[in-house]
Every structure is written in structure tokens, then in C-alpha cells.
């Protein structure tokens, strides 16, 4: 059974478009994240949420929205793609968000993102 | 800017050599520094983490160590073998109840036959 999952793996698009990135977890965390890979391999995070509260908002543009329809899901959703955008996605998931802890982030296979 | 960065973005090693995966960190006031194994296609998988008032933290032939002097931080993995093949990340996780980690820029690490 897949922990975390992403869909769709792969996404082409022209620039201009608005596209969603769905993740969701069966693991019961109740943390979800969404962190952006670059070309280079570098990650960053782009957003967390907690019990349907946003807790991490780094510089990411507003056109890029997460949204949690539930404790299980949080999908991506970008607006007015630019080529920048091209990269690959990773949502992960983690139970709580206690401070002195480490809870172990599982992530999910990526979403591969092509803006044409 | 990125608080966190590998000295080295490629390393190559025999297997069943040893491998030692360094990392410089620049924030201390982070709390947890984790490592996270990348293999191609695959997202990040979790290795081992070390708290920042330890200093080594042994697991399945890999061993952290922790330098809050130099604010170093090394992964060392004994005998490897050819499925450690992966892009190894370190992280760091701040203080203050966020778990967003902000990640390394990480090192390609490759098994020789």
C-alpha cells in the first residue's frame, strides 16, 4: 500500500494554463507538506498544513494554492503557470508538529511538472 | 538563502568501502538534523536524524555525527553496498513547533562495482 501518493507523476502544460497536483496520505498524520524540487535537486518547502490550518507559508508566489479538502489530502493548485514553475513537486505528511521532536516526513514519488 | 549545504556534490566509492557524506549547517538554533536518502525517480526516504544535544546517533550501518562547534554534520555509512546508490540530503528542522525542513543541496553518492 502506497503511504503517500501524488497524481498525476508526470504533467506537460503551456504557460498560462492552471493546474492541480493531487496528494494524498493514509498514514493518519495530520501534517501534509508541499516542497519544490529544482533542476539542481534542490529542495525547498513550500507549505504545510495542519488540521486545515496553514503553519508554513515560505516566499512562494500566490499563485500557487495548497488546499485540504480533508486531513488526508492536500493539493496543489497554481495558477497562471510560468516556466519556472517547471520542477518536481513532492507532498509528504508527518504526524503532528510537536516542538523539540522530530516526526519522521514520509514523503510521496514527486510530480513532475513541464511548463512549455 | 539556504542555511544548510554538502561540501562535496558527487562522491564515488568502491563498494563495500566505507562512505562519509558531510554537510554544513548554519543555523543553531535548529533542534533536529535528519538525514534523507534520494534514489533516482523516488522521493526523499528518511534515514536516520540526530537531536542537536547529541552529538552521534548509530543506526543500520549508518552513524551520524554532529558538530555544534563547527556546525558540521557527517553520515557515515559502512560496507556500502550497490543499492546505497542515491542523492543524500541533510536537513535541518527549525525550534518553535514548525516541521518544515529546510534541506541541503545534497551529494550524489555512487557505488563502484
Known amino acids: 500500500d502506497t503511504a503517500v501518493s501524488q497524481t498525476p507523476k508526470y504533467l506537460v502544460t503551456q504557460m498560462g494554463n492552471d493546474k492541480s497536483i493531487k496528494c494524498e496520505q493514509n498514514l493518519g498524520h495530520d501534517t501534509m507538506y508541499w516542497y519544490k524540487q529544482d533542476s539542481k535537486k534542490f529542495l525547498k518547502i513550500m507549505f504545510s498544513?495542519?488540521?486545515?490550518?496553514?503553519?508554513i507559508n515560505e516566499t512562494v508566489p500566490n499563485r500557487f494554492s495548497p488546499k485540504s479538502p480533508d486531513k488526508a489530502h492536500l493539493n496543489l493548485h497554481i495558477n497562471s503557470l510560468e516556466l519556472g514553475d517547471s520542477a518536481v513537486y513532492f507532498c509528504a505528511s508527518s504526524q503532528g508538529t510537536t516542538s523539540g521532536y522530530y516526526n519522521e516526513q514520509f514523503f510521496g514519488p514527486g510530480t513532475r511538472l513541464t511548463v512549455l | 538563502g539556504e542555511s544548510v549545504g554538502l561540501h562535496l556534490p558527487t562522491l564515488s566509492v568502491q563498494e563495500g568501502d566505507n562512505s562519509i557524506i558531510n554537510c554544513a549547517y548554519s543555523?543553531?538554533?535548529?533542534?533536529?538534523f535528519i538525514w534523507y536518502k534520494q534514489e533516482s525517480g523516488k522521493g526523499p526516504q528518511f534515514i536516520i536524524d540526530?537531536?542537536?544535544?547529541?552529538d552521534k546517533r548509530q543506526g543500520q550501518r549508518v552513524t551520524v555525527l554532529l558538530n555544534k562547534t563547527v556546525k558540521h554534520l557527517s553520515l557515515q555509512i559502512a560496507a556500502t553496498q550497490p543499492g546505497d546508490s542515491a542523492v543524500y540530503f541533510c536537513?535541518?528542522?527549525?525550534?518553535?513547533?514548525?516541521?518544515?525542513?529546510?534541506f541541503g543541496k545534497g551529494t550524489h553518492l555512487i557505488i563502484q562495482p
Open positions: 498544513y495542519n488540521n486545515k490550518e496553514l503553519i
Open positions: 540526530i537531536r542537536s544535544n547529541m
Open positions: 536537513a535541518e528542522k527549525g525550534g518553535g513547533g514548525a516541521d518544515g525542513l529546510t
Open positions: 543555523n543553531s538554533a535548529s533542534d533536529y
